[in-house]
């Protein structure tokens, strides 16, 4: 990844990840789409770089995003990048959880993609 | 020799047509994989197309539309279906202009008709999604034929309630019509949430028409009417004492599910005579009512159920009672509910691992439930 802000996207929908490679590579943002949080543990572990910001689904085959937020939780240098989490779930408890995990913010679907950048602006 | 010849000839065929057989499936499986690959790549194509052609104004994009062939429409039709169900704001904005470009409103009015029902309900969902107008009378033309159809038409009436009159009620007599055929869990959830609001058409619609539908409908209907927040504070639930009575068990233990939500109603409260529910034969009523009273809270509510740990011989019944105990008063000792030992450890239990903290079981004693 460059010097560019990078992101890391990890989301099972194609068409979604995709739809946000798009906008974030439109702001300038350096973009890594990872389909699920197996795979995203897995390249946060052996690639020496860091994103500067990961936007994480949490209902996705194998490894969850809760899962992902725990195993990052249990890694200190992984637990500096900020999460946010997009979801289509609203439920207060699984909101409440994924906080006590250490997202540092979510956005619900349906979602506008200029607020969720400004989001991810903001918690950089 | 001639049995040898004939065995021969027969491992000779069943070789044939294992490896024939075998063939076929691999080919099938390497054809599938290659149909999944060229799908794949069409989206992709299309999907990059879309993302430089949505920003754009639509005269400046109608020489695009128009060059699309059939395979790539159909592409951008699910595409913009899912882009419609995942975005919010100018953005979403943006996907419904195309869809009207598309005419994919007025291709899913005429599908209302269509013969296969899956065509039907693919309209009515894509409707929900559109802005593209459509009239009540319309969806009540085409759409009441069947409960799956009646549902999402009803669901359509949630989505766009502002375009409509009297959403909620519609959306609520359409989803029970005429109270013969049980919902669907997305009826079901649909009905929930046309009625959490100030308006409880629901219960209306039950006050007048309860006695002509089916047992099943009306345990949904109390199933609903437990589990939504915010019904109408002053409807009339007169219709839900004479259920208490019913023969069917389920059927009385989901009427007492249904007086959850009115607990801060003290004339509810009065009325309802909890000890001759608690005196029920049916196990699975007194269970429901020891959830009542753990909802209820109150000093009978703990009285109640203090009573019922001791002296429950159910023992589902009973683990109600001691979790709905339990809600009410965290630090019950054990020894104030001997007779309910093992219920009283096993809500310990579910408590120890929901909050990931280790169980620390009572001291043995010589009686145990």
């Known amino acids: 990844m460059s010097e560019a802000l990078s992101v890391l996207l990890v989301d ?23 389909a699920d949080g197996r795979e995203a543990l897995e390249f946060l572990r052996t690639d020496n770089v860091r994103p500067d910001v990961i936007v994480l689904d949490l209902l996705m085959p194998d490894i969850d995003g809760r899962e992902f937020l725990r195993h990052r939780r249990e890694t200190p240098e992984l637990e500096r990048i900020p999460v946010i989490v997009l979801t289509g779930l609203e439920d207060e408890d699984i909101l409440e ?6 997202a540092d913010d979510y956005v619900t679907k349906p979602f506008s993609p200029k607020a969720l950048l400004t989001r991810v602006a903001h918690v950089e | ?17 294992l490896t024939a057989l075998s063939l076929v499936t691999v080919g099938l499986s390497w054809w599938t994989r290659r149909q999944e690959r060229l799908e794949e790549q069409d989206r992709q194509h299309v999907r990059d197309e879309l993302f430089e052609q949505i920003d754009r104004e639509p005269q400046a994009r109608e020489s695009w539309i128009a060059g699309l062939s059939d395979r790539e429409r159909a592409v951008l039709t699910s595409l913009v279906e899912h882009y419609l169900r995942l975005l919010s704001g100018q953005e979403r904005a943006r996907y419904q202009e195309l869809a009207a470009e598309l005419a994919l409103g007025a291709r899913a009015e005429a599908d209302l008709t269509a013969d296969p029902l899956g065509d039907r309900l693919q309209a009515i969902a894509m409707l929900s999604l559109l802005d593209h107008p459509i009239s009540h009378d319309r969806l009540e033309e085409t759409c009441v034929r069947s409960q799956e159809t009646r549902e999402a038409a009803a669901r359509l009436l949630l989505e766009r309630r502002e375009e409509f009159e009297q959403p909620a009620a519609r959306a609520t007599r ?18 929930s949430r046309l009625n959490a609001g100030e308006e409880s058409p629901l219960l209306d619609l039950a006050a007048e028409h309860v006695s002509k539908w089916n047992t ?10 437990e589990h939504t927040e915010q019904l109408d504070p002053g409807a009339s639930i007169d219709w839900l004492f004479p259920l208490l009575e019913h023969s069917d068990p389920e059927l009385r233990a989901a009427a007492v599910g249904a007086f959850t ?89 579910e408590q120890a691992i929901l909050e990931g903290d280790a169980l620390e079981l009572p001291e043995p004693t010589g009686s145990v439930a």
Not at chain 1, 97 to 102: C, M, N, P, T
Not at chain 2, 2 to 17: D, H, K, Q, V, Y
């Open chain 1, 97 to 102: 959880e994924v906080f006590e995990l250490g």
């Open chain 2, 1 to 17: 020799m001639e049995s040898t010849i004939l065995l021969a000839w027969i491992g000779a065929i069943l070789f044939i047509f």
């Open chain 2, 174 to 191: 359409l989803l029970l019509w005429e109270g013969t055929e049980p919902l669907s869990v997305y009826g079901l959830e649909t009905l």
């Open chain 2, 261 to 349: 939500p009115f607990g801060w109603r003290e004339d509810i409260r009065n009325r309802l005579d909890v000890r001759s529910l608690l005196a029920d034969p049916a196990p699975v009523v007194r269970k429901a009512t020891y959830a009542l009273l753990t909802e209820w809270g109150g000093s009978l509510g703990h009285e109640l159920l203090l009573r019922a740990v001791r002296t429950e011989p159910n023992d589902r019944a009973r683990l109600a009672a001691m979790r709905g105990l339990h809600s009410i008063e965290p630090n019950v000792p054990v020894s104030a509910v001997e007779a309910s030992r093992s219920a009283w450890i096993w809500i310990h239990a």
């Open chain 1, 12 to 34: 099972d929908d194609d068409d979604l990840r995709e739809l946000l490679r798009f906008h974030f590579e439109r702001k300038g943002y350096d973009v890594r789409a990872l």
């Open chain 2, 216 to 225: 099943a409908v009306v345990s949904q209907v109390c199933l609903v009417i």
